[in-house]
């Protein structure tokens, strides 16, 4: 028995596509004046050579004819670098990231561009009940659990296979009890850059044990490139009429709440940086945008987000066949980190957005469910498509 993890009103005609501590600084100094994208060099495949707990890592290169560039490692199963052509034909590399393994270990936030599990997203107090029974997780954000707990995806070497110059499959087994979820769970990722410039992300797993699972990528994005300035500019779509509220400490409320006349409308196309600082106490909460949108039925063929560089005019477009994506403003970015380019991860300079079942879904009866059983495959698809704005 098959699971594709869709929410049950989505309509789709086949297999959906995809993918994908505050910080005081004013916005408005962090802006850049250069008026152009920012070309990037490649990093260097030496740099990501390494043992990890007894496994090698390496730095993985996926091409397609148009000279598009996927470089992804297999600590984390992580997008390191993506180059796509700007509307010169220059190749500009939209994923934030570092020049290096140890970048990513020393790194003060541990998801930058990584598979994200056993469980996507918060989940509150870092408990949950399945069958009748407790489960207990680390809580490593205050209260909660964020994105698997203490050592997640992100902090593991996957098994790596390149399948050809544009196929990469990451896989990785998950014992019972790892970070405190039950059953052992065969994970497979694999990547694909095609000849039209789409990233398809394709999650497969299955368990031998009742469990939970959502899986996720966790890439920054800024469509000028690194180094380029904050991603205010940046003119961005959603399709979806409602969102699910959080408290505090970012946990959903359980409600389900529409979109119009808030800052959360993005059903037009508007700049991330038009509302980001209204008075709206999900704001507060958030910092700026950092909340799961509830999409709208769609087929597989039609984007459920359009994200346009206001620089270098690249166009993101994201298909998937999950119900939520967690829009992500970079509100967390501190500064504190050395990126590719010699640049820090400042306040604002990228954005997520992650396919998604909801967030403390395992919590909260009325969201769509993410119980995998023994016997059923997890399966979900998410695509990034670039296109250059005309």
């Known amino acids: ?52 707990d007894g496994k090698s890592v390496g730095l993985y290169t996926l091409t397609n004819k148009n000279g598009a560039k996927a470089m992804i490692t297999n600590y984390g199963g992580r997008i390191v670098s993506l180059f796509i052509p700007d509307q010169e034909g220059k ?38 009940m399945l069958d009748g029974k407790a489960y207990t997780i680390f809580t490593n954000n205050g209260s909660n659990t964020l994105h698997g707990g203490k050592k997640g995806f992100q902090a593991v070497v996957w098994d790596a296979n390149q399948l050809n110059p544009e196929s990469l499959a990451l896989s990785y087994f998950s014992k019972d009890m790892e970070e405190g979820f039950p059953g052992n769970l065969t994970v497979k990722v694999t990547y694909q850059l095609t000849d039209d410039n789409e990233l398809k992300i394709s999650y497969t797993a299955s368990t ?13 994005f800024n469509l000028n490139g690194e180094s380029s300035g904050t991603i205010l500019g940046h003119e961005i779509q959603i399709n979806a009429d409602q969102f699910t509220p959080v408290d505090s400490t970012l946990i959903p409320t359980g409600k389900q709440v529409a979109v119009k006349g808030t800052p959360f409308d993005f059903n037009k196309a508007k700049t991330i940086g038009a509302e980001v600082n209204a008075k709206n106490d ?40 999950q119900p939520g994506l967690q829009f992500y ?34 919590n909260q009866p009325s969201f769509p469910s993410t119980v995998l059983k023994p016997g059923e495959t997890y399966k979900t698809e998410s695509t990034y498509k670039f296109t250059v704005k005309h």
């Open 1 to 52: 028995m098959i699971i594709s993890f869709k929410h049950t009103y989505f309509v789709l005609t086949a297999a959906g596509l995809m993918l994908l501590a505050s910080c005081n600084s004013s916005d408005k100094n962090l802006v850049s004046t250069d008026s152009t994208a920012v070309a990037s060099a490649a990093p260097a495949e030496e740099q990501f050579k390494k043992i990890i």
């Open 91 to 128: 190749l500009v590399d939209v994923v934030a990231g570092f020049d290096s393994v140890e970048g990513y270990q020393k790194s003060t936030e541990p998801y930058f561009g990584a598979t994200i599990g056993r469980f996507g997203n918060r989940i509150a107090k870092g408990k949950f």
């Open 208 to 220: 031998d044990k009742n469990t939970v699972v959502n899986l996720t990528n966790h890439a920054f």
């Open 282 to 321: 999900q704001l507060v909460n958030g910092k700026g945008y950092d909340h799961n949108y509830v999409l709208k039925p769609h087929a597989s063929k039609d984007p459920v987000a359009v994200v346009t560089g206001d620089k270098s005019g690249i166009v993101m477009s994201v298909y998937t066949d």
């Open 329 to 362: 403003s970079g509100n967390f970015m501190l500064g504190k980190n050395k990126m590719k380019g010699n640049h820090k991860d400042d306040f604002r300079t990228a954005f997520a957005l992650e396919t998604q079942h909801f967030p403390d879904s395992p």
